[in-house]
């Protein structure tokens, strides 16, 4: 719905302006590019300081910025030829939400919330949604959903792993 402004300009209510919902996707997926080159300094730049982060799954919160690059390190150190490759992107109000597809061979241990999970030498391909939400042109909070299929390929952490 359209809600007449000053003389000239209609402003969208319940809405951001399309040119925000672009730049929002464009900030949103500059972070997972940076994610997938291991560029923590871009990463950290795009990120406010006290982002929220959660994920389903292994329930991981994390209430800072430098709390968040560091779980990102710990699972790239884990998965060290991680590539994300963004799929599809679409905005809901002041969401921007991200189909991405992970790919990678888990070739070191992946630390998480719910257990240490030990090298599979598996290579792992799946896809997950992220999202968004930005404040004062960084992102101030972050969702992963889905993370299940990309754990579930590990295996268990409380199970014995299987040599390949």
């Known amino acids: 719905m359209d809600v007449v402004g000053p003389p000239g300009t209609s402003l969208t ?13 464009a900030l949103a997926t ?3 590019d940076a994610f997938s080159a291991g560029d923590w300094d871009r990463v950290r730049a795009e990120i406010a300081d006290d982002l929220e982060f959660t994920t389903t799954g292994t329930a991981a919160e994390f209430h800072d910025a430098d709390a968040f690059v560091a779980h990102l390190q710990r699972v790239r150190a884990a998965l060290p030829d991680l590539r994300c490759e963004v799929l599809e992107t679409t905005t809901s109000g002041t969401l921007a939400i991200l189909n991405i597809r992970w790919t990678a061979t888990h070739a070191g241990t992946l630390h998480t919330s719910i257990g240490d999970i030990p090298p599979s030498g ?3 391909n799946a896809t997950s949604r992220w999202l968004f939400r ?7 909070n972050i969702r992963a959903l889905d993370t299940l299929g990309l754990l579930g390929q590990f ?5 014995e792993q299987s040599t390949p």
């Open 13 to 25: 209510s319940s809405r951001m302006a399309r040119s925000d919902r672009s730049a929002l996707v």
């Open 30 to 32: 500059s972070v997972v």
């Open 122 to 124: 598996r290579i792992v």
């Open 134 to 140: 930005e404040n004062h042109g960084r992102l101030s």
């Open 155 to 159: 295996g268990r952490p409380d199970q």
